[in-house]
């Protein structure tokens, strides 16, 4: 009888060790499947280590911002994954081929052209399921081939806070170098006797600005985007509190297109126009928000013109006045300026 009772409380005790271990193991797979876009999100970005970089051609045309209008290519380059981030390499080399016109100034037929780079280190970090955090950070480069070639450096800041339906970008693009002073003087004769000598102070200015974008996504293609910024040109003391709204749309996997109006306070109202084409497309089937391309890649230049123009007139001498009699001037001032010291040394003495 007691070896019954024992085996039966054996039997109880095993039943309930085996219940027990299944509860703990159910709340477990329950705590787990309670963020499955948190381990979606942490799959997709261990998945970016064997991924390549991914290409892009980019355009820009811009009307009286300070930017020439400019085509070029970027990478996008995974460095480093761990179970929650990504740490990536963003760079981009463009050609500005096109004028700088800003409407306050007068303009001048002179070849603008020249190179942009752009290099970005950043990391993004997986919050939660509905935000990634992230900042990048790196600096701009842009030369100018006016009159002589100039070359100027930007510092650049990006804090992303990313989710599906809104971005907020706080940012700040400043200069890490003063303004460039350029001088060009030319001669033209303008008729037989008149000569006409232009000369062009020039001083290119670079702009600072500091903001915050905040962007909303109405579908899988179209997004809109408001930027509040604080423009700053230190060289001549101006500044003041810009807006701008634009939209961004993608018609295909490759194609993206960010258009939008702007009223700055050093260059009035301007409009903006970029076209972005992925040439790689692999990264295109994971989370947006790790794979996002770094903004703010332009310095701004704004170039004034102190233009000085003088005109001189060479004098007619008639040949046929050649016969009169040549007086000597010099032995008249010579002499006046002896009599001058002579009566000085009198008078003192």
């Known amino acids: 009888m007691n070896f019954l009772i024992k085996n039966k409380n054996n039997l109880i005790s095993k039943s309930a060790i ?3 271990a299944a509860v703990n193991a159910f709340f477990l797979v329950q705590t787990v499947e309670a963020d499955p876009n948190k381990n979606k999100e942490i799959e997709k970005a261990e998945s970016l280590k064997s991924k390549k970089s991914a290409f892009r051609l980019n355009a820009s045309l811009s009307e009286d911002d300070g930017n020439a209008y400019s085509f070029g290519v970027g990478i996008f380059k995974p460095l480093n994954t761990k179970r929650d981030s990504i740490t990536f390499f963003d760079s981009s080399f463009s050609f500005n081929y096109d004028e700088i016109v800003n409407k306050s100034d007068q303009y001048i037929n002179q070849d603008k052209s020249g190179f942009s780079t752009s290099f970005r280190l950043g990391k993004r970090h997986i919050v939660n399921e509905k935000w990634v955090g992230g900042i990048n950070f790196g600096v701009n480069t842009r030369s100018i081939n006016y009159f002589s070639p100039k070359g100027f450096l ?3 800041v990006e804090i992303e806070f990313l989710s599906k339906k809104l971005n907020i970008l706080p940012y700040a693009n400043f200069s890490l170098d003063k303004e460039k002073n350029i001088s060009k003087t030319s001669t033209t004769q303008s008729s037989f006797l008149s000569t006409t000598t232009t000369t062009n102070n020039l001083n290119a200015t670079p702009i600072n600005t500091y903001g915050v974008k905040v962007e909303k996504a109405i579908n899988e293609k179209l997004t809109f ?4 910024f604080y423009s700053e040109e230190e060289s001549n003391l101006k500044d003041g509190f810009g807006l701008g709204l634009s939209f961004s749309y993608i018609p295909g996997n490759r194609f993206k297109v960010n258009s939008g109006i702007k009223y700055d306070p050093i260059f009035d109202t301007n409009l903006n126009t970029a076209i972005e084409y ?5 990264l295109n089937n994971y989370d947006k928000r790790l794979i996002r391309i770094p903004e703010n890649r332009e310095i701004p230049l704004k170039i004034y013109n102190n233009q000085v123009i003088e005109k001189s007139i060479t004098p007619f001498v008639d040949s046929s006045m050649a016969f009169i009699p040549s007086i000597n001037f010099e032995s008249n001032l010579i002499k006046t300026a002896d009599d001058l010291i002579n009566f ?3 008078k003192n003495v």
């Open 18 to 20: 085996s219940a027990l």
């Open 154 to 156: 930007n510092g650049v």
């Open 225 to 228: 985007s408001l930027n509040g």
């Open 278 to 282: 992925k040439i790689e497309n692999s």
């Open 344 to 346: 000085e040394d009198i």
